[in-house]
């Protein structure tokens, strides 16, 4: 069964309207704004607006824009939606698994996503998708319009935050087949694949202790409850404990929030490279970095160039790294093993289908990526 990316735009925004969100006379996002929220093509966004238009669901007005049409709330469905909602919302042999997650990227999520759909595929089922960017809304949103399409099960990658999402928890509580990736929800009893992020960053540090460093610093968002980050902190400060060296807790800056999926465009980069500017004229005896995720060591290298600095000062370690134009690792790294993590998630979420018990939480090995020094 094809699912098409604009017949999701056009339930959203049904199901916006049936539930009171949108009410007669509001303006529907535009196509940009469309595209932009559902990671597609300004034609597709398009499209779904034009068969909402036909269907008699919105008004477009040129120059203005499209708006809920009179006589819709509480009325018959329309007829195009209903059609839609048929060949959408799956028979019993119709077999769809969602996923859900903040964002991806080259550096990781990618390859996480590859081998979820060919696993998937495998198991005769089809992997649909949605990003939330950060946005709890937009996860509950999510969340929603996959129990509207009738997923069998569904994976996630919960956002960064202090809480936990109620419809997430309403799912696990409901004992829907769900299996979380790349982290873990603590107290909530399902199913986690993730790496050991606490092994990993001991790892990390530790090669730094190993190469003369006694002054090192932590890059990282705030950890506000996300397994991934409180974990990789905790494997950082119990590096120095193992090596019975002292820990300065003014080496750890834990309040950089440019990475984050919500403000991945917007302008807390600059703060936070004005953070990492000011922490290294206070303290410009720390040569050494650990970072909890790659955009942050390239922040970091970047505020170091910007100072004048030779970066061969400087040794900056991260997870999930890129390679240069050489195919060289820029930073020594944390290498997630994102095929055998989409894997296992898929396998998991396949065998609670099949009524069948799953360990709640499953680490995937991870190996470190030394740079060569050249």
């Not at 959203?12 to 940009?32: A, N, T």
């Not at 953070?275 to 505020?303: C, G, N, R, W, Y």
Request: proline share 3%; aromatic share 6%; net charge negative.
């Amino acid at each position: 069964m094809e699912l098409h990316l604009y017949e999701q735009i056009y339930i959203y925004i049904v199901q916006e309207i049936k539930e009171g969100r949108l009410k007669e006379g509001d303006r529907v996002s535009s196509e940009k704004e469309l595209a932009e929220k559902f990671g597609v093509s300004r034609i597709t966004s398009k499209k779904a607006l034009e068969k909402l238009a036909d269907s008699g669901v919105i008004k477009r007005m040129q120059g203005k824009g499209s708006f809920v049409a009179d006589g819709i709330i509480g009325g018959q469905e329309p007829k195009q939606y209903s059609e839609v909602r048929t060949t959408l919302v799956p028979e019993d042999d119709k077999r769809l698994i969602g996923f859900i997650i903040p964002n991806f990227s080259d550096e990781f999520g990618l390859q996480l996503l590859r081998s979820m759909e060919k696993r998937s595929a495998e198991h005769n089922y089809q992997l649909i998708i949605k990003r939330t960017c950060g946005d709890r809304d937009e996860e509950k949103r999510a969340i929603d319009l996959f129990i509207g399409l009738g997923i069998k099960g569904l994976i996630v990658t919960p956002i960064h935050g202090q809480h936990y999402n109620s419809e997430l928890l309403r799912l696990v509580l409901d004992r829907f087949p769900i299996v979380l990736v790349d982290r873990y929800l603590k107290g909530i009893p399902v199913c986690s694949v993730y790496t050991d992020n606490k092994k990993a960053a001991m790892d990390l540090t530790r090669h730094l202790i190993s190469k003369g460093h006694k002054k090192i610093a932590f890059l990282s968002p705030p950890e506000e409850n996300t397994s991934t980050l409180e974990e990789r902190l905790l494997g950082y400060t119990l590096a120095f404990t193992q090596e019975g060296m002292n820990l300065n807790k003014d080496y750890v800056l834990t309040n950089l929030k440019g990475t984050l999926p919500m403000n991945i465009n917007g302008t807390a980069i600059e703060s936070d490279k004005e953070t990492v500017k000011h922490f290294l004229k206070q303290h410009p005896d720390v040569k050494a970095f650990v970072a909890s995720e790659f955009l942050i060591a390239t922040m970091l290298a970047q505020v170091i160039n910007s100072m004048g600095k030779s970066l061969e000062e400087f040794e900056i370690v991260c997870f999930d790294s890129l390679n240069d134009h050489l195919g060289q690792p820029i930073f020594t790294h944390i290498k997630q093993d994102e095929k055998q993590m989409g894997e296992l998630a898929v396998d998991m979420l396949i065998s609670q289908l099949h009524g069948t018990a799953v360990p709640e939480l499953n680490i995937i090995e991870h190996r470190m990526v030394v740079k060569n020094n050249r």
